[in-house]
């Protein structure tokens, strides 16, 4: 059973490139979120997503777009990287939104230069 | 708004002492539900327990403790003769049902178990 699965693992980029963090969960939940972890500020939420179709705006949702078209599937990207969205980035997934217990991938580190 | 404060940034022990993390959450809602999460340093997210706001029973597993006094607000975790392997950083998190609101996580407390 993968759980969630969070790729890459690691990536650098420079200012201004666009890249996709892929997460993809086979557990058939129906919530999905990313979260991104900074010291001292811990687990804060950047997108989440209630179903297929539908998405919504977390904490710190500036600088990143999802999209929702399948229950398995939720990619976040980012647009046009900043040093400041240097992070680390988890993807999580439950079967009902703050209710369910999390599972979370194993995370993405994120540099951007 | 929903918020959860963990105020101990960092904390260290002796291997075998016992420890309290706390928690302290605010939320307008009689309905929530509140979660600790474990990260060692790993750095997986593991789920350590969940418990709603109509359940304020102590909750007991092997070495762990977790005390939910809803007159305080709190959600403190214990960890009774600590060991090395509990060295991790710990959340503590919120989740209300106003709206659908996603697990709010508080800033995380650092344990270190010193042998």
């Known amino acids: 059973n993968a759980g969630v699965t969070q790729t890459p693992k690691f990536q650098v980029l420079k200012t201004g490139q666009s890249m996709t963090l892929q997460c993809a969960q086979d557990?058939?939940?129906?919530?999905m979120s990313w979260y991104r972890q900074d010291p001292g500020m811990g687990l804060r939420l950047i997108h989440y997503?209630?179903?297929?179709?539908?998405?919504d705006q977390g904490e710190v949702p500036n600088g990143y777009n999802v999209s929702r078209s399948t229950t398995e599937d939720f990619p976040l990207r980012l647009l046009s990287a900043a040093p400041s969205q240097t992070s680390v980035y988890f993807c999580?997934?439950?079967?009902?939104?703050?209710?369910?217990?999390?599972?979370f991938g194993e995370g993405s580190r994120l540099t951007v230069l | 708004a929903q918020k959860v404060t963990q105020a101990q940034t960092e904390i260290s022990v002796v291997e075998k002492e016992d420890v309290t993390l706390d928690c302290v959450y605010e939320t307008r809602d009689t309905t929530y539900y509140l979660f600790w999460y474990k990260q060692p340093p790993s750095g997986e997210l593991v789920f350590l327990i969940r418990r709603n706001s109509f359940d304020e029973q102590n909750e007991i597993s092997g070495r762990y403790s977790w005390n939910f006094q809803k007159s305080t607000s709190s959600f403190n975790f214990t960890i009774t003769a600590s060991q090395v392997v509990d060295s991790a950083v710990y959340f503590c998190a919120l989740s209300d049902r106003s709206g659908n609101t996603p697990l709010v996580f508080g800033k995380g407390t650092r344990l270190s178990v010193i042998a």
């Open positions: 557990m058939n939940h129906e919530y």
């Open positions: 999580a997934s439950s079967y009902a939104d703050g209710v369910g217990e999390l599972f």
């Open positions: 997503s209630v179903g297929a179709g539908i998405t």
